[in-house]
């Protein structure tokens, strides 16, 4: 079989790339959970675990699960599945320079950050939420009465700039680091080592590069669906800088890293199996 005929079309590898992005988060959303509170509150990573755990139990680390498989299911299918069908599109082959696989990666997560932004609102909102648990229904139907459709769509700025970001740097040093990887070790890039080693270096860099975006899109998705503290990303930057200082922008930035890591290695590995299974040519 020829090596065109074996490349996912664009909606097969979107449809296993939300697969892969829907079997990860279910071990990763705990940490997710904690980063989150902590750059709500601003204390540290054992102080934030303990006291969700003390207050509100071991299942509070899951809250807002269902809404993180609706995020995987259409912001991660687009921004990991649609990666290789557009960087090939691109001409953004193994000699290609890194700017047009960096390109590939941002117009796939900007892209998925916009239509996967309701559900991110929705999963920093049961996230944040001390209290009982909050039906599905019931979260929406108070989002829609108090702030409309555009409730849904809050802090899609920084999303999509968190998402050109992350995914730029996570596909982009990701597929670059599979040629460095082979060229050093002369593994095969569909070696689960080599998938491993470069996901790994790609969860480091994503966290570096991400940690700002992310803490400006936690505070504009976690405002009460009442009220409205921040006028934009502007605004929410300037205040949160004025407020907690520059450093605080890369608050959390352990969990992130933490998240990060085993996520991207989970999502690219488990993707590099269901490309393999499928008979398609790896990332």
């Known amino acids: ?3 065109t005929a074996n490349k996912p079309n664009l909606f097969q590898s979107m449809a296993l790339g939300g697969c892969s992005a829907c079997f990860a988060v279910n071990f990763t959303h705990p940490i997710e959970t904690v980063k989150t509170r902590m750059q709500m509150s601003g204390l540290g990573i054992g102080e934030t675990a303990s006291s969700l755990y003390v207050k509100e139990g ?3 680390f899951w809250k807002g699960l269902g809404f993180a498989w609706g995020r995987e299911i259409f912001y991660t299918s687009i921004k990991l599945g649609a990666y290789a069908p557009v960087r090939d599109y691109l001409g953004a082959g193994a000699d290609a320079p890194f700017y047009m696989k960096f390109l590939a990666g941002a117009i796939t997560g900007g892209v998925g950050s916009v239509v996967g932004n309701p559900f991110d609102v929705l999963k920093t909102l049961a996230q944040t939420n001390k209290d009982a648990s909050v039906p599905l229904s019931t979260m929406v139907s108070n989002m829609h009465r108090d702030q409309g459709i555009a409730g849904f769509y809050r802090g899609v700025e920084a999303n999509i700039l968190r998402a050109c970001v992350l995914n730029a740097t996570k596909m982009g040093i990701y597929d670059l680091s599979k040629g460095y990887v082979t060229e050093s ?3 095969k890039r569909k070696d689960i080592r080599t998938s491993f080693c470069s996901s790994f270096i ?3 860099f994503m966290t570096c590069t991400v940690s ?4 400006i899109r936690t505070n504009l998705m976690s405002q009460p ?7 934009g990303l502007v605004d929410c930057a300037v205040k949160t800088v004025k407020r907690d200082g520059v450093m605080s922008l890369w608050r959390g930035f352990i969990p992130i890293w933490a998240r990060f890591a085993p996520q991207a290695t989970l999502q690219l590995l488990t993707l590099e199996y269901l490309y393999t299974s499928f008979g398609f040519r790896s990332i």
């Open 1 to 3: 079989m020829s090596v």
């Open 58 to 60: 071991v299942a509070s």
């Open 185 to 187: 070790t002369g593994w």
């Open 202 to 204: 790609a969860g480091f």
């Open 212 to 215: 700002p975006f992310d803490r």
């Open 225 to 231: 669906t009442d009220k409205k503290i921040y006028n």
